[in-house]
């Protein structure tokens, strides 16, 4: 059988938070209809869709704005990060 | 889209910089191969920000090689798969465009030559931007980068794109596909239709680099859609030595509205008889839409 973490444990680089890297901070609004296509976009792996709504993981998004971009409805805005 | 598994094979917390399109690429390969699926890296973008030490990014085995072998580390583990017998577990390869195009042509061949039995795929940024931009095989014409920076003598990279798919189909390999991680469902069916032949298999996907390239990291998937519809970058699959399934672009766009988006192209517009070069990127967009029909 394959066994995973011969030499490393598999996705331990969840130690590493990358959302302090964030500058700008993207918020799902009312209008996210859950297509998914933000999930499927994402580089950080950060987004999830639970209940038909894009959910952001802000301990790991980097805030590049890509899912703001090609959300085809507009739903997700990028405001200032002031955490 | 929303029957398909979302299955989620890349860790967060990798180190890639914000925007990246190899770490959109690699979460639409990883998808359609699932779990029971073994990796090799050759050293670069994706094995450098997936593998810091004691951090790794993969949930699946993940195997780093050398630059030059790739190619070849992927036929040892598919040799030792046999020997124990384990039939059905997917081999991969993912590799830059420097490991695949310039130093591990070598063994990429050879592993095509001896017809190992392993999905080779090149994620295709365009330069070695791992280390700090420098050209490499797949560089564009007139593209600036460290190593062809443009000047008032120079106007970037002189030399033309390598056609790496159209190798690959002389080794008479089973499957070759050029995709882009601007229109994931392609790149994904592409990976799943290779993973299913005997034999191997080469896809390149052009995963644009915001850093490397000079544009605004929420635009990763724009430029790589533009470079599709200009007719810089075809989109196909190839079927007896001709291309088919050709990813068709609606309306043509001209070349300047993919080149004003990078700055590693921004020397083109300063100076007027760089007009020239521009043109001569204009041909081989139409040459491209011609010869491919986009």
Redesign the interface.
């Known amino acids: 059988m394959?066994?995973?973490g011969?030499v490393?444990?598999?996705?331990?680089?969840?130690?590493?938070?990358?959302g302090d890297?964030?500058t700008l901070r993207p918020q799902v609004t009312d209008k996210c209809n859950?297509?998914?296509?933000c999930?499927?976009?994402?580089?950080?792996?950060?987004i999830?869709?639970e209940n038909k709504k894009a959910v952001i993981?802000y301990?790991?998004c980097?805030?590049?704005?890509?899912c703001?971009?090609?959300c085809p409805k507009q739903a997700i805005e990028?405001e200032e990060e002031r955490n | 889209m929303a029957s398909q598994e979302r299955i989620n094979l890349l860790a967060p917390g990798h180190r890639a910089c914000p925007g990246c399109g190899a770490a959109v690429a690699l979460r639409q390969i990883l998808r359609p191969l699932g779990r029971n699926t073994i990796a090799v890296s050759a050293t670069g973008c994706v094995e450098t920000f997936t593998s810091p030490y004691d951090q790794s990014s993969w949930e699946v085995p993940w195997m780093h090689s050398l630059f030059e072998n790739s190619g070849a580390v992927a036929s040892g583990v598919r040799a030792a798969l046999d020997v124990q017998g384990e039939k059905d577990v997917n081999l991969v390869v993912i590799s830059g465009d420097g490991g695949t195009f310039d130093i591990g042509m070598g063994a990429l061949s050879g592993m095509l030559e001896r017809k190992d039995n392993v999905t080779y795929i090149c994620y295709d940024n365009e330069a070695y931007m791992n280390t700090g931009v420098q050209r490499s095989g797949s560089t564009p014409h007139a593209a600036a980068t460290t190593t062809t920076p443009s000047g008032k003598k120079s106007y970037g990279k002189i030399e033309y794109k390598k056609d790496v798919p159209g190798i690959v189909w002389a080794h008479d390999a089973e499957y070759v596909a050029t995709a882009s991680i601007a229109y994931p469902q392609d790149l994904m069916r592409k990976v799943k239709k290779a993973n299913e032949i005997y034999g191997p298999k080469y896809i390149q996907v052009h995963t644009p680099c915001c850093i490397g390239w000079g544009f605004d990291a929420s635009k990763t998937i724009q430029v790589g859609k533009l470079a599709v519809e200009t007719g810089l970058v075809p989109i196909y699959e190839m079927e007896k030595g001709q291309p088919v399934k050709v990813k068709k672009a609606a309306e043509k766009k001209p070349i300047e509205e993919y080149l004003k988006v990078q700055s590693r192209f921004k020397h083109l517009f300063k100076e007027q008889e760089r007009d020239e070069v521009i043109k001569e990127l204009q041909a081989i967009c139409n040459a491209n839409i011609e010869h491919f029909g986009i």
């Open positions: 394959l066994r995973v011969s490393c444990e598999a996705g331990k680089s969840r130690l590493n938070k990358t890297w964030r859950g297509c998914g296509i999930e499927l976009f994402c580089p950080d792996s950060c999830v869709l993981d301990d790991y980097k805030g590049c704005g890509i703001a971009n090609e990028m």
